[in-house]
């Protein structure tokens, strides 16, 4: 039987020819041209029904054969560009099941979908492409990480500022401050990786929502795709189409929030007002009409797009919640924001990566600006409180007093153990008595930050258990990485050898 591409032969079949013309024209939407990053899923997903089916007994062998050769046959078109979707069709599922029918006509391509709808493919063919990416992203989440941890290696020594409030504070290393990205990148991919084991659950089979009578057997199908088990409720399944895409944003979120919060430190902290790093010019671009600047375009541009998460997340938060139970039509919506918000992400982290991993950093402008402000003033207070033999909010009054009360003009450089008498006469009332080996040390934020040694600090040593416990974590991270890749291709070439039998068979 000879079916037209230009219908789709399932539904509008033997109605009048506009019959769905315009639901057709603004539901599809693009809908099938995001499909088309499915293909392959689609194909995969096919072939393990018709194996399991087979194995069942619920299917004739030559048409098994019949069905897996064509499969087998898309699957080359589209990796050669040649199997485009038609739009008629409205997605990747009916493109793949109108292909069959065409080729090997309804009595043989007709049985594509015995015991699973359009739904449960969706569903299952999202899982697929979602778990890819995860680990994809992941996979540059790694390289970001030991990028930023070789970098602090090279800096442990390097001082820099700390900001409270945007004011000179306590002193860093430059490696501190590289180490403290890190451990926010370890925790977005964590959380990432985690979630590949939520995704990784296997719909097929809940067809539009309530299973059906056949003997089908899930375990066997989720085990061709390599997903670690089927999905346990059937209707809860098609409920979680777009909590699943959201609850994966909100994860990159959070990746987002940190990368965008980098990136406007790196803006700041290069402008000429602050001059602490330098970015590689691979990054930067000219001014059209002032030839002195280097402008951070690229940063910019991430930052920018860093924007994009949380406003997606909620999107689809305001698709879904108001959603009865079963499929509605408009989770279809929720697949362009996915495949964007994916996209922009994928692009944005190889650049960043780039651009965190090179900066220079200017050595001599970081020290001079750490020691503005007075800003090792709580070390110091520290110290004569515990050297002097007074209580600490003493000796806070004390330093304040030659803060404030002109006993030092400029920097700790000036402070004596004299000054520091004569200002706690006037502070407290009492005869403060330190002498100069007592605070030789903390005169000067090169020398103060190497001694800020509790546990997570800036001092050297601190920082070097830091960048083994990264590197600790990263790499555990990897293997699992590598591992979760390898137990999907070993699946997927399961399932080929199990096809490939079956076509030989017949």
């Avoid at 362009?336 to 922009?344: A, D, E, H, M, S």
């Avoid at 040694?453 to 974590?473: E, F, T, Y």
Wanted: net charge positive; proline share 4%.
């Amino acid at each position: 039987m000879k079916i037209s591409k230009n219908i789709n032969p399932y539904w509008r079949e033997g109605e009048s020819k506009d019959f769905g013309r315009e639901a057709i024209e603004y539901a599809a939407g693009q809908d099938v041209l995001l499909d088309q990053a499915f293909v392959q899923y689609e194909c995969l997903v096919n072939m393990a029904h018709q194996v399991m089916l087979r194995k069942q007994k619920i299917i004739n062998p030559e048409i098994t054969a019949k069905l897996l050769k064509g499969l087998k046959r898309i699957m080359f078109l589209d990796q050669a560009g040649k199997f485009i979707l038609i739009k008629e069709l409205e997605d990747v599922h009916s493109n793949v099941e109108q292909y069959l029918i065409r080729k090997y006509g309804i009595e043989t391509g007709g049985y594509l979908r015995l015991g699973i709808a359009r739904n449960d493919q969706v569903y299952t063919d999202t899982r697929m492409y979602m778990r890819d990416k995860i680990l994809a992203i992941s996979l540059e989440l790694v390289k970001l990480i030991e990028g930023l941890n070789k970098a602090a290696e090279a800096n442990i020594y390097t001082v820099m500022p700390g900001y409270t409030h945007l004011r000179v504070s306590q002193p860093l290393t430059f490696g501190h401050w590289l180490t403290a990205k890190a451990f926010h990148f370890l925790d977005d991919l964590s959380n990432i990786i985690k979630y590949f084991d939520i995704v990784n659950q296997c719909p097929l089979g809940i067809f539009e929502m309530a299973g059906t009578h056949l003997p089908i057997d899930r375990n066997l199908t989720g085990k061709l795709l390599g997903f670690n088990k089927p999905t346990p409720h059937s209707l809860y399944t098609a409920d979680l189409r777009g909590e699943l895409e959201a609850k994966l944003i909100v994860e990159f979120a959070f990746l987002a929030l940190h990368i965008r919060r980098t990136m406007n430190e790196i803006i700041l902290f290069t402008t000429n007002e602050f001059e602490l790093f330098k970015i590689d010019n691979l990054y930067t671009t000219g001014g059209t009409a002032q030839p002195n600047l280097e402008n951070p375009d690229t940063l910019e541009v991430i930052r920018a797009n860093m924007a994009l998460f949380l406003p997606s997340a909620v999107q689809l938060f305001m698709m879904m919640d108001v959603l009865s139970s079963g499929y509605n039509r408009d989770s279809q919506q929720t697949k362009p924001v996915l495949f964007n918000t994916i996209k922009v992400m994928a692009e944005a982290l190889p650049v960043f990566t780039g651009i965190v991993t090179t900066l220079k950093p200017n050595k001599k402008q970081m020290e001079k600006q750490a020691n503005l402000n007075f800003s090792i003033a709580p070390s110091v207070a520290i110290q004569l409180s515990v050297k002097g033999g007074i209580s600490f909010r003493e000796a806070h009054r004390v330093v304040k007093t030659m803060i404030r009360e002109g006993f030092l003009k400029k920097s700790f450089l000036e402070m004596t153990p004299g000054i520091i008498s004569e200002a706690a006469k006037e502070a407290i009332g009492k005869d403060l008595r330190v002498n100069e080996t007592d605070i030789a040390e903390f005169k000067e934020a090169g020398k103060c930050v190497l001694l800020q040694d509790s546990l997570g600090g800036p001092a050297p040593q601190q920082v070097r258990k830091m960048i083994k416990a990264i590197n600790l974590k990263t790499n555990s991270f990897s293997r699992q990485i590598t591992d979760k890749e390898k137990r999907l291709k070993k699946a997927e070439n399961y399932l080929l050898q199990e096809v490939n039998k079956l076509i030989m068979l017949n």
